[in-house]
C-alpha cells in the first residue's frame, strides 16, 4: 500500500471516531458529568489493557530472561507495567467521582469544560509519557532527563513536567468537584471527599522534589507511595463505595455516611502510621520499628469490622439488585481486599520476619492480590453500573443475554489474579528463605535463589496464571462494550432498602 | 528498640501463624455476628472456639517473632482487640441501623 493509501484508511477511521463520539455526547440517558466519567473509564480500561500485556512480557522475561533483551528491557517493561496499573486506577477513581458528582450536588457540573480540558491534556500527557519510556530505556541520568524524560523514583517515574501537568488537573478536578457541592447541596460524602482530595493532591507533591541523601528522599517518596495508597485513595473508594451502595443496594444515606465516618477514623487510627512499616530499612531511627509495627498489626482491623458489618446486613435487608455484573464485583472487592491487604499484609508486616521479605516476590505477591481485591474491582463495578446507564437503565440482572461473558470475566480474572498471587508467595518464600535467611543477602545469594527450581517453576505458574488473567481482562473489555445491548427491560428502581419493579 | 529476627527454622510457623490471626480473627468475628442474628448457642461456642486458636497463633506469632518488652504489649492489643472488636462493631450496626424500617433486625429473625 502506497503512503496515500494509509492517509486516506487512517482519515476514514478518523471521522469515523468522531462520528462515533458526536453520537456518544448526544446520548439522553447521561449527564454532562457522566460523558466525562465515560471518558476517564475508556481510558482506563485501554491502560488496564497496558497493564496486562507488559505485566505479561515481563513475566515472559523471568522465565526467558533474553526475551525482547534491549528491544523491550525488563525494568521498562515492569515501569509500564506499574505505572499503568496506578493511572488506570486514578483515571476509574475521578470518573467515578463525575460520574456520581452532579446527583450528589443536585446541581450541572461547575466547570464542566474545564474538566473535558483536562481529561485530554492529562491523557495526552499520559500517552506522551509512556511513547518515551519506550523510545528512550537507555541513558545517562541528569536534570534533562529528571525534567523529560524519567524522573527515576520507583512506581512514580513520570518525568518533573507530567508531574506538574498531573497535579494542575487534580486541582482543576477539585474546582469541579468543590465547586459543584458549593453551588448545589453538601453531604456527609461531599465532605469526605473534599478533604481527601487536598490531600491527594498535597502528598503528591512530597514526591516532586530532590534531596541527595537517599534516605531522606526514600521518607518522602513512601509519603506518596504508602499515604496515596493506604490512605487517601482508601477514603476516596469509601465514598465511591458509599455511593454504590445506595445505588446497588438502596442502603440508607445515614447508614453509608456514618460507616464513612467510621472508616475515616480507622484510616487515622491505623493506616497513616501504618505507613512506619516501609521506614524499617531505609535509614530512619529505629523508634519507626516499634510505630510500624504496631499500627500496621491494626491495619486488618477494618477489615475485621466489614464482615460482621456484612452478616448483620444481610440478616437484616433484602439482597436484591438489577445490576448483578456491579454486585458481584462488589463481593469480589469485599474478600479481595480482606485477603490481599489483611492476610497477605499482615504475613509479613512486622520488621522480625519483614527483614527476610522485604522486596523479594512475597512484595509482588502481597501487592499484586491487595490492589486488585482492593481498587481494581470496584473501578469494574463502577464500570458495569456506567454501562448499565449508558445502555438507557435496562435490566442487568439475571437472564440478561450473553451474561455467561461477564461471569466467565469475572471467574478468570478472580482465579488468575488469585493463581499469579500464590505462585508469586512460592517464589517469595522461597527468594527470603535462601537469598536472605539462608546467603544473607549476598549478590550470590540473590541469583542462587533466583535459580532454584522452587522459584523457576512459580514464575511459569505465574505466567499460566497471567495468562488466564489477560484473558479474562480481554472478556471484560468486550463485555463493557456489548452488555445491555438490544435489553430493553428497565431496571428495578432501588431506594431505601425497597425496590420497586 | 532493636530486635531479634525471627530463626530460619520457624520461617514457615510466622507466616502460617500470621495468617492465621486474620483468618481465626475474621472466623471468631464472622460467627460471632451470625450467633447474634441467628440466636444459635452452637454458633456462638464456635465463635469462641475459633477466639481460642486465635490466642493460641498469637501466642506462637509472639514466640517466633521474639517478641518482648513493648512488643507483648502488640500481642496483648490483638489479643483483646480482637475479642471486642467484632462487639463494639456489632453495637455501631444496630446503633446506625435504627430507624430502618423493620426486616429481621431482632435475634432469629428470618433470610430473604
Same mark, same amino acid.
Not at chain 1, 168 to 190: C, D, E, H, P, Q
Not at chain 1, 312 to 317: C, E, I, R, V
Not at chain 1, 360 to 371: C, R, V
Given at each position: 500500500m502506497t503512503l496515500q493509501t494509509y492517509q486516506e484508511k487512517a482519515a476514514v477511521y478518523w471521522s469515523n471516531c468522531k462520528q462515533r463520539h458526536a453520537k456518544f455526547m448526544a446520548?439522553?440517558?447521561?449527564?454532562?458529568?457522566?460523558?466525562?466519567?465515560?471518558?476517564?473509564f475508556t481510558v482506563a480500561m485501554v491502560l488496564f489493557m497496558a497493564q496486562l500485556l507488559f505485566g505479561l512480557l515481563a513475566g515472559m522475561q523471568f522465565i526467558f530472561p533474553s526475551f525482547l533483551y534491549e528491544i523491550l528491557d525488563f !525494568?521498562?517493561?515492569?515501569? &509500564?507495567?506499574?505505572?499503568?496499573? +496506578?493511572?488506570?486506577?486514578?483515571?476509574?477513581?475521578?470518573?467515578?467521582?463525575?460520574?456520581? *458528582?452532579?446527583?450528589?450536588? #443536585?446541581?450541572?457540573?461547575?466547570?464542566?469544560?474545564?474538566?473535558?480540558?483536562?481529561?485530554?491534556?492529562? @491523557?495526552?500527557?499520559?500517552?506522551?509519557? &509512556?511513547?518515551?519510556?519506550?523510545? /528512550?530505556?537507555?541513558?545517562?541520568?541528569? =536534570?534533562?532527563?529528571?525534567?523529560?524524560?524519567?524522573?527515576?523514583?520507583?512506581?512514580?517515574? %513520570?518525568?518533573?513536567? $507530567?508531574?506538574?501537568? /498531573?497535579?494542575? +488537573?487534580?486541582?482543576?478536578?477539585?474546582? !469541579?468537584? @468543590?465547586?459543584?457541592?458549593?453551588? #448545589?447541596?453538601?453531604?456527609?460524602?461531599?465532605?469526605?471527599?473534599?478533604?481527601?482530595?487536598?490531600?491527594?493532591?498535597?502528598?503528591?507533591?512530597?514526591?516532586?522534589?530532590?534531596?541527595? !541523601?537517599?534516605?531522606?528522599?526514600?521518607?518522602?517518596?513512601?509519603?506518596? /507511595?504508602?499515604?496515596?495508597?493506604?490512605?487517601?485513595?482508601e477514603v476516596? +473508594?469509601?465514598?465511591?463505595?458509599?455511593?454504590?451502595?445506595m445505588k446497588l443496594l438502596g442502603v440508607r444515606r445515614k447508614v453509608v455516611q456514618t460507616w464513612l465516618y467510621i472508616e475515616v477514623a480507622l484510616m487515622f487510627g491505623s493506616g497513616i502510621l501504618g505507613l512506619g512499616h516501609h521506614y524499617f530499612w531505609i535509614g530512619t531511627p529505629e523508634y519507626w520499628f516499634t510505630i510500624g509495627g504496631f499500627f500496621s498489626a491494626l491495619e486488618p482491623i477494618p477489615l475485621v469490622a466489614m464482615v460482621v458489618h456484612s452478616i448483620?446486613?444481610?440478616?437484616?435487608?433484602r439482597f436484591k439488585n438489577s445490576n448483578h455484573p456491579a454486585l458481584t464485583w462488589i463481593i469480589a472487592h469485599a474478600f479481595g481486599n480482606f485477603l490481599g491487604a489483611g492476610v497477605w499484609g499482615f504475613m509479613h508486616t512486622l520488621p522480625q520476619i519483614n527483614l527476610y521479605t522485604h522486596g523479594?516476590?512475597?512484595?509482588?505477591?502481597?501487592?499484586?492480590? $491487595?490492589?486488585f481485591g482492593a481498587y481494581a474491582t470496584i473501578n469494574i463495578a463502577f464500570?458495569?453500573?456506567? %454501562?448499565?446507564?449508558?445502555?438507557?437503565? +435496562?435490566?442487568?440482572?439475571?437472564?440478561? %443475554? !450473553?451474561?455467561?461473558?461477564?461471569? @466467565?470475566?469475572?471467574?478468570?480474572?478472580?482465579?488468575?489474579?488469585?493463581?499469579? @498471587?500464590?505462585?508469586?508467595?512460592?517464589?517469595?518464600?522461597?527468594?527470603?528463605?535462601?537469598?536472605?535467611a539462608v546467603e544473607g543477602s549476598t549478590w550470590a545469594g540473590y541469583f542462587a535463589a533466583q535459580n532454584n527450581h522452587w522459584f523457576m517453576q512459580a514464575m511459569v505458574w505465574r505466567m499460566v496464571f497471567g495468562l488466564m488473567t489477560a484473558v479474562g481482562g480481554g472478556l471484560l473489555f468486550w463485555d463493557l462494550l456489548e452488555i445491555g445491548k438490544g435489553e430493553t427491560r428497565p431496571a428495578a428502581i432501588i431506594q431505601n432498602d425497597a425496590i420497586t419493579d | 528498640m532493636? /530486635?531479634?529476627? &525471627?530463626?530460619?527454622? =520457624?520461617?514457615?510457623?510466622?507466616?502460617?501463624?500470621?495468617?492465621?490471626?486474620?483468618?481465626?480473627?475474621?472466623?471468631? $468475628?464472622?460467627?460471632?455476628?451470625?450467633?447474634?442474628?441467628?440466636?444459635?448457642?452452637?454458633?456462638?461456642?464456635?465463635?469462641? *472456639?475459633?477466639?481460642?486458636?486465635?490466642?493460641?497463633c498469637v501466642g506462637i506469632f509472639s514466640i517466633v517473632n521474639n517478641f518482648s518488652g513493648y512488643w507483648l504489649l502488640l500481642s496483648l492489643t490483638m489479643a483483646l482487640g480482637y475479642a471486642f472488636m467484632p462487639r463494639l462493631i456489632w453495637h455501631l450496626c444496630v446503633a446506625t441501623h435504627t430507624l430502618e424500617p423493620k426486616h429481621s433486625h431482632h435475634s432469629g429473625g428470618h433470610h430473604d
Open positions: 446520548n439522553p440517558n447521561l449527564s454532562g458529568g457522566q460523558k466525562l466519567a465515560v471518558h476517564y !525494568n521498562v517493561n515492569r515501569m &509500564v507495567h506499574i505505572n499503568a496499573m +496506578v493511572v488506570w486506577m486514578l483515571y476509574g477513581f475521578l470518573g467515578s467521582i463525575y460520574w456520581f *458528582l452532579e446527583e450528589e450536588s #443536585g446541581v450541572p457540573i461547575v466547570g464542566l469544560k474545564w474538566g473535558h480540558l483536562a481529561f485530554w491534556v492529562l @491523557t495526552g500527557a499520559v500517552t506522551i509519557v &509512556v511513547l518515551v519510556y519506550l523510545l /528512550i530505556q537507555i541513558g545517562s541520568g541528569d =536534570d534533562t532527563s529528571l525534567w523529560l524524560i524519567n524522573e527515576g523514583r520507583e512506581y512514580i517515574e %513520570a518525568p518533573r513536567w $507530567a508531574d506538574i501537568g /498531573i497535579v494542575i +488537573v487534580i486541582l482543576v478536578f477539585f474546582y !469541579n468537584v @468543590t465547586a459543584t457541592f458549593a453551588a #448545589g447541596k453538601w453531604s456527609g460524602i461531599a465532605g469526605v471527599l473534599t478533604l481527601d482530595l487536598v490531600a491527594l493532591a498535597g502528598l503528591y507533591t512530597a514526591g516532586m522534589f530532590y534531596v541527595t !541523601n537517599i534516605s531522606v528522599d526514600q521518607y518522602w517518596w513512601w509519603w506518596v /507511595i504508602h499515604l496515596w495508597v493506604e490512605a487517601t485513595w476516596l +473508594v469509601g465514598c465511591i463505595m458509599a455511593w454504590s451502595l448483620y446486613d444481610s440478616g437484616a435487608h523479594t516476590q512475597w512484595s509482588a505477591s502481597h501487592g499484586h492480590l $491487595a490492589f464500570f458495569y453500573l456506567a %454501562a448499565q446507564q449508558v445502555r438507557g437503565n +435496562v435490566w442487568m440482572g439475571g437472564d440478561l %443475554a !450473553n451474561g455467561w461473558r461477564w461471569k @466467565t470475566a469475572a471467574v478468570l480474572l478472580n482465579l488468575g489474579v488469585m493463581g499469579m @498471587t500464590v505462585a508469586l508467595l512460592i517464589a517469595g518464600y522461597e527468594q527470603s528463605f535462601i537469598e536472605r | 532493636l /530486635i531479634e529476627p &525471627v530463626a530460619l527454622s =520457624d520461617f514457615f510457623l510466622s507466616f502460617f501463624s500470621a495468617a492465621m490471626i486474620i483468618l481465626t480473627a475474621t472466623v471468631y $468475628a464472622g460467627l460471632f455476628a451470625w450467633a447474634k442474628i441467628s440466636a444459635r448457642r452452637s454458633v456462638y461456642w464456635g465463635a469462641w *472456639l475459633a477466639y481460642i486458636i486465635l490466642l493460641v
